[in-house]
């Protein structure tokens, strides 16, 4: 069944639904997970000793019913109106939930009775968790979904910085702990200093993009705004982890250049949206300082 489910949730069905409203869906969606916490709860009471085969069976088809539930209504969701950052957060959470019933499920498979009330009982409490989640941390619109979103990368590339200037200070090991430690060579730091200005501009522009734009930005653009963020914070753990592996010629040609043409495609994608006039100019000097840094050589 899960399976099957899970099959089903990888596919993008067309849907025309021009009545969808993103906070009832969220509504609905919360209390099938409160109803699916409460099968969970079921199922483990039923298959525990002493237990009866039919009880078990009557709640796998409880849950198997009430997944049911959920992709159908998940497939009620139109990406146009939701927006693709809302559809993927309840994509995400519902995937996640059917792993912890495979899980769950799995668990009971042991001859050992000892044995077999420990492993069930982890899987119960990720599933319990995984529902919570459902119920009350879903966002109500692709706004808030971007918003959610937004804020983890926002960590990713704080945490990049932290490493990054790390290494431009010389402080960081940056060799596998079998082999002797090596220093940083002068050149090897430059590159790491460069680097370091080029992810605390970034971390500027992101602070930016969330406080000024998505909150004035469309559907659509919320979804690019996504999209855009999430190459570039894919691209500062490429850039800082090549520090570690590759020369610096190769960074400063490659992967700086990579770097600083995701983070110019986000600043387009900002521009997008009307913001008062010191804003765009923000933008625009962003930019232009992005690139120099890009050809800084010394």
């Known amino acids: 069944m899960a399976e099957t489910y899970l099959s089903d949730l990888k596919v993008d069905r067309p849907i025309e639904n021009s009545e969808f409203d993103s906070k009832n869906m969220n509504i609905t969606l919360a209390n099938l997970g409160k109803i699916l916490s409460h099968d969970a709860t079921k199922l483990t009471i039923a298959c525990k000793p002493p237990r009866k085969p039919m009880d078990g069976i009557k709640m ?14 998940y497939h009620t969701i139109p990406t146009e109106l939701s927006g693709k950052a809302y559809k993927e957060a309840y994509r995400t959470a519902i995937r996640d939930l059917l792993l912890g019933q495979i899980s769950l499920c799995n668990s009971f498979i042991n001859d050992d009775e000892n044995d077999k009330k420990k492993q069930f009982m982890v899987p119960t409490a990720v599933l319990w968790e995984t529902c919570k989640l459902l119920e009350t941390q879903m966002p109500k619109d692709n706004r808030e979904a971007v918003l959610k979103k937004w804020k983890t990368m926002h960590e990713t590339v704080a945490d990049a910085k932290s490493e990054v200037h790390e ?28 680097c370091a200005q080029l992810v605390d501009l970034i971390v500027f522009v992101y602070v930016k993009v969330e406080k000024r734009c998505i909150k004035e930005a469309d559907l659509n653009v919320c979804d690019e705004l996504a999209e855009a963020g999430q190459q570039l914070t894919d691209e500062t753990d490429i850039l800082v982890s090549q520090l570690y592996d590759s020369e610096p010629d190769v960074i400063r040609s490659k992967y700086i250049k990579e770097y600083v043409d995701k983070a110019l495609k986000l600043i387009k994608v900002a521009q997008k949206i009307s913001l008062p006039e010191d804003h765009s100019k923000w933008f625009e000097m962003c930019s232009k300082k992005l690139k120099e840094l890009a050809e800084k050589k010394d």
């Open 60 to 73: 796998i088809t409880e849950i198997s019913n009430t997944f049911y539930r959920l992709l159908g209504f």
């Open 167 to 194: 290494v431009a200070d010389g402080n960081a090991e940056g060799f596998d702990e079998d082999e002797d430690e090596e220093e940083w060579d002068e050149e090897q730091l430059k590159i790491a200093k460069q």
